[in-house]
């Protein structure tokens, strides 16, 4: 009995050696697994520039878009009017983003990078493409377009 209670330890530890049962063909259970996968590992690599994922996009955004407003970055990356303050807010309190009213309309809010959130961009990018580049290595080029044009259809 010991010995059979063993191997279903060992089999547990193999995440192989379990019985799916159909699980692995449910699309989202592969969606999550990549993206959980790929988000540990650029969380990891983020963190030597202390920021979250969704502060170094927000960062990019903003430098791609100079003038761009809270509501253009919240909408791009599809959060909430509360996450998007709170990112905005962090960046701008550690120096690298910048807000400032709108002349054409006063209610609106434009985002700058400072000059240090220019140069944060700059590793950050160098960063983020090391990153992928580990991963799309695994494809070639035409079916890393494919695989972006077909997840695309999922949250397009």
Not at 47 to 52: A, H
Not at 78 to 100: F, S, W
């Amino acid at each position: 009995m010991k010995a059979k209670v063993q191997a279903v330890i060992e089999d547990e530890l193999n995440p192989d050696a379990l019985d799916f049962d159909t699980l692995d063909e449910v699309l989202g259970f592969h969606v999550r697994q990549a993206q959980g996968t790929m988000h540990r590992r650029i969380i990891e690599i983020l963190s030597e520039v202390d920021l979250t994922q969704k502060q170094a996009a927000t960062l990019w955004l903003v430098g791609a878009n100079p003038g761009v407003s809270q509501t253009g970055i919240g909408n791009a990356l599809r959060m909430d009017r509360a996450t998007t303050m709170a990112i905005i807010d962090r960046l701008e309190n550690r120096g690298v983003v910048i807000r400032r009213r709108s002349t054409v309309d006063r209610r609106r809010h434009e985002l700058y990078l400072t000059p240090e959130g220019q140069t944060l961009l700059i590793k950050v990018k160098k960063l983020v493409k090391a990153h992928e580049r580990k991963f799309s290595a695994r494809f070639t080029d035409q079916e890393l377009a494919t695989l972006i044009e077909l997840l695309r259809r999922i949250y397009g």
